[in-house]
């Protein structure tokens, strides 16, 4: 792939760091000074853009009676798909006296992991994980593990992300099951997005060499605010011919694919290392 067309870009393809002098756009909120700081020891200049905002649920009814049924009658699998979403959840639980309850209900499942976020707070939290996705743990592997068990007239709980993930529980509905849709926090867009519209200015102008994108929902927030911008047209253009756009797994890239943009890096494993460690190795060609 063409490299963007910035001043600069020779000159860092040509230094000792890959990175050296490069401006490389963040759209992650969480850990995005880790992320910063990777791609800072790599010679990156980062541009932080947070594009998403994790909103807990505070006052959710509908929550609560989901946890009141699922204390009445377990559910047979309890899918649980993120560490943040795992802990709020228990959190509400305990904040609305159904602590007790909603222990008692999963330690009575088959406990599902679906990576290693919502693994470690599981056993943090002390309870057993029956089985747990491979990498890269997108929705493909949750449906694939659970591939080998009977959910056909059975219940299954699922805990969702910051989006309700519409694939799996059409999965699950499409074999049988009774889905119990558990949602403890949800995404919306940063309180301040004076970050992401600077990144648009600076995208325009060419002055962004790399773009890089941890999650399908930033994509989705990125194109909201140009489109209030009045430049949401002119966005998949932008990223296709002025940046270089990275994203961490294949469950991001496909988002940006949808909205017609190209990814020219993705690296083999969805975390923050490999990210960097791809967008290092693409500019040392």
Known sequence: MTLPRIGYSQRAMNAQHPLEGLRIAVMQTRHARELAALLEREG???????????????DDDDLRSRIR???????????????????????????????????????????????????????????????????????DQLVAELASMDVAGRRVAVQHYGSPNRALVAHLRGRGAEVIELSSYRWALPADVGP???????????????????????????????????????????????????AIGPTCAAALQQRGVGVAIQPERPKMVPLVHAIRDHFSG
């Open 44 to 58: 990156g200049r980062p541009l932080l853009a947070p594009c998403l905002r994790e909103v807990r649920v505070e």
């Open 69 to 139: 049924e699922l204390a009445a009658e377990p559910a047979d699998v309890f899918v649980f798909q993120t560490g943040v979403g795992t802990r709020a959840l228990f959190e509400l639980a305990a904040e609305a006296g159904l602590g007790d309850e909603l222990e008692a209900a999963v330690r009575r499942s088959r406990v599902v992991a679906r990576g290693p976020k919502p693994l470690a707070a599981l056993h943090a939290l002390g309870f057993r994980v029956d089985a747990r996705t491979p990498e890269p743990h997108t929705t």
């Open 196 to 246: 992401i519209v600077r990144f648009l200015d600076e995208l325009s102008a060419g002055g962004v060499a790399v773009t890089a994108f941890t999650s399908a929902s930033q994509v989705e927030n990125l194109f909201t605010v140009a489109a209030d911008a009045g430049q949401e047209a002119d966005l998949p253009a932008w990223l296709n011919e002025r940046t270089v756009v990275a």
